[in-house]
DNA sequence: TGTCGGTTTTACCAATTGGTCAGAAACACG
DNA sequence: CGTGTTTCTGACCAATTGGTAAAACCGACA
C-alpha cells in the first residue's frame, strides 16, 4: 500500500480500518515515510505545508491541546482538505513524531566508540545543542509527549531508544574501566547532557525572561558552560 | 472581598465581573490564596479535592488539553459544583500556579550569602531534587506552562523570577571573584541546576523507560551524579 | 417543626471539536 | 477542445466543550 491508496475520499476507507492501529504507536522504521512518498508537485507542497504547521501546533500545545482547525489555519488550507491529505488528526501526530524520532537518536548513534573518548562525548554534547537551537519545535514536541506520559511512544521508548542507550552505555562504562573517562554513571551522564541541552529548547521562554534577552546569542555561553561543565567531569 | 463572596450562584457574577482580568496573570503574592481561605469543612475539602484533581490533570495534559469533566471526575464532584467553588477553568488553572509558585522557588531564596559557597550551591540541588522526587505533577504542570509560552506566567518570569535570580547570580558572581568558587556563568549554572533536577520529574517515564524500573531508586544514584558533576565543576 | 444558609443536581445552552460527503473546481493529457 | 483524475469547498453531523439557571437537597438552629 502506497501513498495516493489513502488520498481521496472513497479511498482511504481501507486505510482507517487496516491501518489505523498500527498507527496509533510510533514506529522506528520508516513504513510511515516510505507511504507519505508525494505523487505530484502539489501533493508535495501540501503535506509540507501539513506537517510544518503541525510541528508548531502540536509543540505547542501537545496532543490533545491542538485543534485541526489551529493546524489548517497554520498551513493555510481548509479543514477538509487537511483530511483529504491524513484520515484523521491521530494520523498527522504519528507522522510528524515518527518522522522526528529518527534525527532525534542521531546525534547519540554518531558516539563512536573508537574514537578519543571526552572528545566524543563533548561532540555529542555540541551536536545535541545545535539541534536545541535549530529545531527547537521537534524537542518541545518530544518533551510534550514525554509530559503526558508518552502514550504515543512508549513503545519507542522502551525498544529502540532503550536498545541504543544500553549500547552507548556500555561503550561508556567500557571508556571508565579503561581509566579514559572519569568514573561515572553512564545513564546519568545520557540523561544529563540531554536535560541541559534541550532545556534550551524546552525552556526557551523562561530562558529568554530571566536574561532579558530577545535573540539567541545566549547559546554561544550556554556552549562555552556545557564544555567546562563535561570537562572537568569526564576528564580522569 | 472574601472567599464565600464568590460562592454560589447569583453571588459570583460580581467576581466574574471585577476579578476575572486579574486573576488572568499569576501573582506570586498571595491575594489568591487569602480569598481562597474556606469557611467551612466541606468547602476545606472541596477545594483541596478540586485543586488536587486540577494539579493532576493540568500537569498532564497543559491548560488547552484539559477539560472540567476531567478534573470533575478526578475530584469526584460533578461539573456544576465544580462551577459552584471556581467560576471557570480559567480561576481554577491561575489558582493551581500561584499556589505553586512561591513554592517552587523557595530553594533557590534559601541560598545564604553567607553561608559556604559550594555547600550552599549543593544543597540548592539537593532541595531541587528532592522536590523533583516528592512534587513531580508540580514539576510538570510548570513544565507545561513554560512549553507553552507561558502565557500566564510570563509577567511572574519577568518579574519576580527575574528579580530573584539576578540577585543570586550576584551572589554567585561575588563568589567567582573572591575564588571560593571556579570560574563560572552564574546564570547558566542555574539553568542547569534547573535542568538537571527537572529533568527527573519531567521526563519521568523516558528515564524510568530507558532504565527499565518501575520504582523510584535512581533518584538515589541521582543524587550521587549530580554532587560528583557540581563539586567538579565549582572546586577551584 | 419550619426555615434559612450553604451545597448539589438536573436540565439545558451555544460554541467548538473531529470528521463526513457530495459535488464543484482545477488540472493533466490525448 | 474534451474527459478523466486530482484537489478542494461548503454544508453538514454527532459528540464534546465551558458554562448557566433553577430547582432540589441538606444540616443547623430557632
Redesign the pocket.
Known amino acids: 500500500m502506497h501513498f495516493?491508496s489513502f488520498?481521496?475520499?472513497?479511498?482511504?476507507?481501507a486505510f482507517?480500518q487496516s491501518e489505523l492501529d498500527r498507527m496509533g504507536v510510533v514506529h522506528l522504521n520508516t513504513d510511515a515515510m516510505n507511504e507519505l512518498k508525494?505523487?505530484?508537485?502539489?501533493?508535495q507542497?501540501?503535506i509540507n505545508a501539513i506537517l510544518e504547521a503541525a510541528l508548531d501546533v502540536f509543540s505547542q500545545y501537545g496532543f490533545?491541546g491542538?485543534?485541526?482547525?489551529?493546524?489548517a489555519q497554520a498551513a493555510g488550507?481548509?479543514?477538509?482538505?487537511?483530511?483529504?491529505?491524513?484520515?484523521?488528526?491521530?494520523?498527522?501526530h504519528t507522522t510528524v513524531l515518527s518522522g522526528l524520532l529518527d534525527n532525534w537518536l542521531d546525534p547519540l548513534r554518531e558516539m563512536d566508540e573508537a574514537g578519543e573518548p571526552i572528545a566524543e562525548i563533548m561532540a555529542y554534547v555540541r551536536r545535541k545543542l545545535e539541534m536545541s537551537r535549530d529545531f527547537p519545535r521537534e524537542s518541545r514536541l518530544f518533551a510534550n509527549e514525554i509530559l503526558q506520559g508518552a502514550p504515543r511512544m512508549m513503545e519507542a521508548l522502551e525498544g529502540e531508544l532503550k536498545e541504543l542507550v544500553d549500547e552507548k552505555a556500555e561503550v561508556i562504562r567500557h571508556w571508565v574501566a579503561d581509566g579514559r573517562v572519569a568514573p561515572v554513571d553512564p545513564y546519568h551522564l545520557i540523561f544529563s547532557i540531554w536535560a541541559l541541552t534541550q532545556h534550551y529548547a524546552d525552556f526557551d521562554v523562561q530562558v529568554h525572561a530571566v536574561l532579558g534577552k530577545t535573540d539567541d546569542s545566549h547559546f554561544a555561553d550556554a556552549e562555552v558552560y556545557l564544555e567546562t561543565l563535561f570537562t572537568k567531569l569526564l576528564t580522569p
Chains 1, 2 share one sequence.
Request: glycine share 2%.
Open positions: 495516493v488520498l481521496g475520499s472513497p479511498r482511504n476507507q482507517r508525494p505523487r505530484t508537485r502539489i501533493q507542497k501540501n490533545r491542538s485543534t485541526l482547525d489551529q493546524i488550507l481548509s479543514k477538509p482538505n487537511l483530511l483529504y491529505y491524513f484520515p484523521s488528526k491521530e494520523a498527522i
